[in-house]
């Protein structure tokens, strides 16, 4: 039996120096052998969808809607990890830079060379980007659209032309057929006039209907929908529900069978639809009621948007991207043919989760596109600014900002690029890096944009109209701050990801020794994973003490970046040597330490783009030699973000919060919120709904087929 201190490590296994933490209470760790963040217990989707909805098929006389299925608002912890887990890629069948570098390896040769793309395509794109270029800077008003929340019916059928709605969608069914790369920078570049555009743009096609089909659906519905798409009809992805945002073990939107075998009645109600006031097909999450012959589960189905049966009682307004269509639809009885099932029954969650993998890779684009605006806003201010008989650029704590904004810019844009290059190549799995860049951009872009804002000051906090009102330039900071806030939520909030990333992060733990936790393991089973657990860490744990980082002249070809590329090397082993002490600490209770898991994803964040921009800078060398300069001065940064990180895993105040955490909920300290009014407590925080037709009106925004 080994012992340790709370919140103090004992020393590194493989020799490394880990920063101590506040003493505390000796606990023993009877067993070692690593726990995973996530159920080593998952059991199939069917299973738990097969007994939660055991009565869902009860009809309400009234008005034919189905009742609730029995679990929604009434899932335990365990049943929801099991749903979450039963719907994620399991196999790893080809390579993925992320997921060495948390093992401890790494695999540079999986990015270096930087990765080509082909000329012929290259100059296609380029050409319809000159042409969404021009027409964004001569016919996009981004001011109005704010002014009004509403991108005009004529930018809509202005994109149309262009093809900018089957971006994404293969030419063989009317679309443009773009690589990611050039999809994502024709979404910077309309994110630079209007963010609501860049959303607008994403949503219907990174998590509407033409990737969902693209992936999983059959040729018949590719003819049949994706054309309509290509030519500039909107869809919407309908997964959050009131109650329902990343749980969606307790989806209650109901697919109900009908009686002669057509198809579907779905009835629910569906929260937080992007595009959902203005879309024309839907897809639409819902749980179908397992039965004698059927498999039933969450399930994917494509909807016409003007089915009888669905009304858009709301248009959601929120802090900023006032242009976004975004609707609270309700389903009553809304019939859905056979044919409309993507991928089959059971199937919706996966395909939702494997269409994420790439369609994340939206968000950050835009947020790189916040990080361009925002350096060329900063530059042209800081010179021009003068404060103490110089410019503010040459004051050393505005020069700092400059240079954060400047270097994060470059690795936000750098870690894009490159994740879009590796899902142009269909031979990487990149479901670990398009999360990290998702995760990383968002959280980077907001601190750009904070740090813009002050660097300009007073002027930063002003509207654009007031700015432009006293003769200055319209920079409208206040207005790119707003619009950036959303996505450290949208596409899975920054928390969520964490825990999303450090579970695909140790998957190589789970498979090999998840049955020594699992609590319905037999012995027979355990047995068998401490055979595996035991030649796999005989293997694998020598390689966490020595690697190539420690070599003087390692990695030397990349010249000034080399330093960057050892240290990056060294730490990932260290990454892992932390990742694994801490496994065989906790244990069954890893899951819960969410942040310590959130510093090790970080940690992985910050390796991944170090790696990235050495790549991308040696390739540019003879080209671009000041991507060099950008290059050093991001990993210089960013090594010091890891140190801090390193630290923060041991020397932390998490056990205090969490306890503290549970006085206030108990209300231990509520007299501190004495001495100013609170929001009115007469109204719930999640509204209640119940099935059948709507009492509201539709609210739903046609737009008119062009002239």
Same mark, same amino acid.
Request: hydrophobic share 45%.
């Given at each position: 039996m080994t012992t340790t201190q709370n919140n103090r490590p004992t020393p590194d296994p493989a020799g490394g120096d880990p920063a101590g933490g506040p003493?505390? @209470?000796?606990?023993?760790?009877?067993?070692?052998?690593?726990?995973?963040? =996530?159920?080593?217990?998952?059991?199939?989707?069917?299973?738990?969808?097969?007994?939660?909805?055991?009565?869902?098929?009860?009809?309400?006389?009234?008005?034919g809607a189905g009742a609730l299925p029995t679990e929604a608002g009434q899932v335990s912890e365990k049943e929801a990890?099991?749903?979450?887990?039963?719907?994620?890629?399991?196999?790893?069948?080809?390579?993925?830079? =992320?997921?060495?570098?948390?093992?401890?390896?790494? @695999?540079?040769?999986?990015?270096h060379p930087w990765p080509r793309t082909d000329p012929a395509e290259d100059a296609r794109a380029e050409e319809f980007l000159g042409r969404l270029r021009a027409y964004l800077e001569s016919e996009v008003d981004g001011a109005a659209i704010e002014r009004d929340a509403r991108i005009p019916d004529e930018v809509f059928h202005g994109l149309a032309r262009l093809g900018a709605f089957g971006m994404k969608i293969d030419r063989s069914h009317g679309g443009l057929g773009l690589s990611n790369l050039h999809y994502c920078r024709a979404l910077m570049l309309a994110g630079s006039v209007s963010p609501a555009i860049g959303a607008l743009l994403s949503a219907h096609q990174s998590i509407g209907v033409p990737q969902p089909l693209k992936m999983f659906g059959t040729d018949e519905q590719k003819q049949r929908f994706l054309p309509r798409l290509a030519a500039g009809e909107v869809s919407a992805f309908l997964l959050t529900e009131p109650d329902v945002g990343s749980?969606?073990?307790r989806l209650a939107t109901t697919a109900e069978p009908t009686a002669d075998g057509a198809g579907y009645r779905l009835n629910g109600v569906k929260l937080w639809a992007t595009n959902g006031t203005v879309a024309t097909l839907l897809v639409v999450m819902a749980r179908v009621p397992a039965g004698e012959g059927r498999r039933g589960g969450i399930t994917a189905f494509v909807v016409d948007g003007d089915a009888e049966g669905i009304t858009v009682e709301r248009r959601n307004e929120f802090t900023g991207l006032r242009g976004l269509e975004n609707s609270l639809t309700r389903f009553h009885d809304v019939f859905v043919p056979n044919e409309n099932v993507i991928g089959g029954e059971g199937k919706g969650l996966k395909i939702a989760l494997t269409t994420l993998n790439t369609g994340r890779l939206s968000l950050p684009a835009m947020c790189v596109g916040a990080g361009k605006w925002s350096l060329n806003v900063a530059r042209d201010w800081a010179a021009d600014r003068v404060q103490w008989g110089r410019p503010v650029g040459a004051h050393e704590a505005v020069a700092q900002k400059l240079a954060f904004v400047a270097a994060t810019t470059y690795g936000m844009e750098t870690m894009l690029d490159l994740c879009c290059l590796l899902a142009d190549d269909d031979r990487n799995d990149i479901r670990i890096e398009a999360a990290l860049v998702k995760?990383?951009?968002?959280?980077?872009?907001?601190?750009?944009?904070?740090?813009?804002?002050?660097?300009? =000051?007073?002027?930063?906090?002003?509207?654009?109209?007031?700015?432009?009102?006293?003769?200055?330039?319209?920079?409208?900071?206040?207005?790119?701050? @707003?619009?950036?806030?959303?996505? @450290?939520?949208?596409?899975?909030?920054?928390?969520?990801?964490?825990?999303?990333?450090?579970?695909?992060?140790?998957?190589?733990?789970?498979?090999?020794?998840?049955?020594?936790i699992d609590p319905d393991a037999g012995l027979g089973r355990k047995a068998k994973a401490g055979a595996r657990a035991g030649a796999f860490y005989a293997k694998w744990l020598p390689t966490l003490a020595v690697g190539r980082g420690q070599a003087p002249r390692a990695y030397a070809e990349f010249g000034p970046l080399a330093g960057h590329l050892r240290q990056v090397e060294r730490h990932s082993r260290k990454l892992a040597r932390s990742t694994f002490y801490a496994m065989s600490r906790w244990q069954g209770k890893m899951e819960r330490k969410q942040a310590f898991l959130g510093r090790v994803v970080d940690i992985g964040a910050e390796l991944f783009a170090m790696s990235a921009v050495c790549v991308r800078a040696y390739a540019e060398k003879d080209t671009r030699p000041e991507n060099v300069e950008l290059a050093d001065l991001f990993c210089r940064q960013a090594r010091l973000r890891v140190d801090a990180l390193f630290t923060g895993l041991w020397a932390n105040t998490d056990s205090v919060d969490v306890a503290a955490a549970k006085r206030i909920l108990d209300g231990r300290y509520a007299a501190l919120e004495d001495g100013v009014i609170t929001p009115p407590a007469d109204l719930p925080w999640v509204a209640n709904w119940t099935p059948g037709p709507s009492t509201a009106q539709d609210v739903r925004r046609r737009i008119p087929r062009p002239e």
């Open positions: 003493t505390g @209470r000796v606990a023993p760790i009877d067993d070692p052998a690593p726990a995973v963040p =996530g159920p080593a217990d998952a059991v199939t989707a069917e299973a738990v969808t097969a007994e939660a909805t055991a009565d869902a098929a009860a009809v309400d006389a009234a008005g990890r099991q749903v979450a887990e039963a719907a994620r890629e399991s196999a790893w069948d080809r390579p993925s830079f =992320g997921k060495e570098l948390f093992l401890g390896r790494l @695999r540079i040769d999986l990015i749980d969606p073990a995760l990383y951009a968002s959280e980077m872009a907001w601190k750009i944009g904070d740090e813009l804002l002050q660097i300009r =000051g007073g002027r930063g906090y002003e509207t654009a109209d007031s700015l432009a009102a006293r003769g200055e330039r319209p920079a409208a900071v206040e207005q790119m701050l @707003r619009d950036l806030r959303i996505n @450290r939520i949208f596409e899975g909030s920054t928390e969520i990801m964490h825990l999303l990333i450090a579970r695909e992060a140790v998957d190589a733990h789970l498979s090999v020794a998840g049955d020594i």
